[in-house]
């Protein structure tokens, strides 16, 4: 019984993943392109104070603390109400939501528009004496962008809601319709037409509206269960409230770290592009992390929290082992190649206003942010698994130690030593990175409290196999890219670089096919062929039907 339970959750993981992962594809790909484009037509001060500071810095960061507070404490009180009390009682809860989320939103837009000044001086060392032009931009970038966070973040929810329907493409897709209008206003309004910084701006407000519109389509068939409710005192509300509010503080701790290691500390610094180049350096991670381990832990979220509504502790312990594992198994040979490739990848990135200087500041920023890849993808899984036993408090207390650890890290490097240029960036990117993987590693041995996975012996003889096969994997692309550097007339022209990372491609991915074999690396291609032989199932399934 347990073994046709567990493959019935396997396959819809496999399908539902596979659905998520080609939206979030297209949105993280048209996130690459944007970085890009947005990189080489705006200069490093423009770059800082617009996308650095008023966008991420800012919108950005209050969107992801109501995204990933309502994410993990909505959706299981919505599917718990709807599955024991019908779909109207779930919608009478989701409608209290939605309307208290509403009047935030709208209190904390007209706040931001009325006193961009007090938000400029909170969380910058800008100031109108000494960097006037930085804080003329931002003044004005903050007060138009400022409406975007509404769209942004009711968007948040109404994913949730997608969700809740497994309507994950239409979901997930939402994200894309919002890169492609970014994009436009770039491609258009800076490409074409010659447009200053507010291109970007009206791109990323006309997104936000689009990512919005893309989730209320899907929904159409349930407008008439939207109604503004303010009856909050549905114990349903009260549930989702005892759920969101020790989350929410370790979601507000990690958001200060952001802003305190991405604007804050570089905006002591009195060189333009700094903040530029973290930005686009932690692309990478964030592509590949959020494409695929994002992806399927949103899809598994919702089985999750029936494996968890049913207390079948041996299926959620298998699917979570098995899950991290394969993961691990490809990550971990991912992160060590990628530390290689990033020069010619960042040189590639390099022209118009994406100066020379600025990609070698990237590359190194890039370098130490894509190690934590590992420990990015096991997180997504952990904290999935957590939130799937309404166990907010230990994440959040884990969230906020290491956070503060990544903080002090930083603060201690720039403020304190004098760390500028090229090694603060290092020090801001090298502690994410060790306080994130100290945090995935906190959060295995709290689950293992509770479920029966990752045996310590034979994860750590797992790992050093992994580990071995990184660094051959390494080691070949170092090798190819230095034979390049010798035997190529013109190293850095961008056919020369392209060379480099398509050969780098081949080399690492044939070392890491002979090694797994040679080591019995099993998982990788247990990872294949399990999705495969789902698929394949559900394929016979339906054409016997």
């Known amino acids: 019984m347990t073994s046709n339970h567990s493959s019935s959750v396997g396959e819809k993981i496999v399908r539902a993943s596979f659905v998520v992962a080609i939206a979030h594809f297209v949105f993280k790909l048209l996130g690459v392109v944007q970085t890009i484009f947005a990189a080489r037509h705006l200069d ?93 931009i931002a003044r004005h970038a903050l007060f138009w962008l400022a409406p975007s966070l509404i769209g942004l973040s009711l968007a948040s929810t109404t994913y949730m809601l997608l969700n809740g329907y497994r309507r994950f493409f239409l979901a997930a897709f939402g994200d894309a319709s919002w890169r492609i209008c970014v994009l436009a206003a770039l491609f258009v309004g800076m490409g074409v037409m010659g447009m200053d910084y507010m291109a970007i701006v ?35 509300v009260r549930r989702m409230m005892a759920l969101i509010l020790p989350l929410l503080i370790g979601i507000i701790f990690a958001k200060v770290r952001d802003v305190v290691n991405n604007v804050y500390v570089l905006s002591t610094l009195d060189t333009d592009g700094l903040i530029k180049a973290n930005s686009v350096g932690k692309k990478l991670h964030q592509t590949v992390g959020w494409m695929i381990p994002y992806a399927i832990s949103i899809a598994m979220f919702p ?40 020069n010619p990848l960042c040189f590639l990135m390099q022209g118009g206003r994406f100066t020379v200087q600025e990609a070698g500041w990237t590359e190194i920023s890039m370098a130490c942010y894509v190690l934590v890849l590992p420990a990015f993808a096991l997180e997504f899984f952990l904290m999935q698994a957590f939130f799937a036993n309404r166990r907010m408090v230990s994440v ?89 550097d010798m035997k190529l007339a013109e190293p850095m022209a961008k056919t020369a670089l392209l060379l480099k990372l398509a050969g780098s491609g081949i080399i690492a991915s044939l070392l890491f096919l002979v090694l797994t074999k040679i080591l019995k690396l099993n998982e990788p291609f247990e990872m294949f062929n399990w999705a495969l032989s789902k698929l394949r199932r559900r394929r016979g399934a339906q054409d016997a039907r």
């Open 303 to 342: 089985f999750f929290c029936e494996l968890v509504d049913k207390n079948d502790k041996i299926t959620f312990s298998k699917v979570i082992s098995r899950s991290s594992r394969m993961l691990l198994s490809v990550f971990i040979p991912l992160a060590l190649v990628c530390v290689v490739v990033s």
């Open 202 to 236: 009206f791109g990323l407000v006309v997104g936000s509206i689009a990512k919005l519109a893309t989730h209320l389509f899907g929904l159409l068939r349930k407008f008439r269960l939207f109604r503004l409710s303010l009856r909050i005192n549905n114990p349903a």
């Open 396 to 484: 959040t207390v884990v969230g906020v130690v290491f956070s503060a650890l990544s903080i002090a890290i930083s603060f201690l490097g720039i403020i304190v030593f004098g760390a500028t240029d090229a090694a603060a960036l290092a020090v801001i990117a090298l502690g994410f990175t060790i306080s994130r993987m100290l945090k995935s590693i906190t959060l295995v041995f709290l689950l293992k409290k509770d479920l029966d996975f990752f045996p310590i012996v034979e994860t750590l003889i797992f790992i050093g196999k992994a580990l071995i096969v990184g660094l051959a994997a390494a080691g070949g692309c170092y090798l190819f890219i230095q034979a390049c």
């Open 44 to 136: 490093g001060k423009v770059y800082d104070t617009v996308y650095g500071f008023a966008f991420e810095g800012c919108i950005l960061t209050l969107f992801l603390i109501g995204e990933e507070s309502i994410g993990p404490s909505f959706l299981p009180v919505f599917m718990k109400e709807k599955d024991a009390n019908g779909e109207k009682a779930a919608w009478q809860f989701g409608n209290v939501i939605l309307t208290i989320q509403l009047m935030i939103l709208l209190s904390v837009v007209t706040l931001t528009m009325l006193f961009p000044d007090a938000v400029i001086r909170f969380i910058t060392a800008w100031n109108q004496t000494r960097t006037p032009e930085k804080y003329g």
